[in-house]
């Protein structure tokens, strides 16, 4: 087991995903309806992946709801450490 927490949703849609692929993040949201601001805010680790989003990607990358969604609930499910005041 390993203490390093989870990658977000976000980074690895960005770096497996639009990155890998060459697809922008513009190109994303008109091919799936997901608003840019949505997508960068996903990518950002500022919004959590939901259901809605998760259906929309599976589509698009042939991948299924499921796998987004649990990449987010193993990236919410690891535990905030809180370090020690030196």
Known sequence: MTNQKPIHPGAILE???LFAKGISVHMLA???TISRSNIIKL???SKAMNQEIAGKLALYFNTTSDYWM???KSYEAFPEI???EA
């Open 82 to 84: 809180e370090l020690p």
């Open 43 to 45: 990518i950002n680790g």
């Open 70 to 72: 649990d990449l987010q």
């Open 30 to 32: 008109q091919a799936t």
């Open 15 to 17: 770096e497996e995903f």
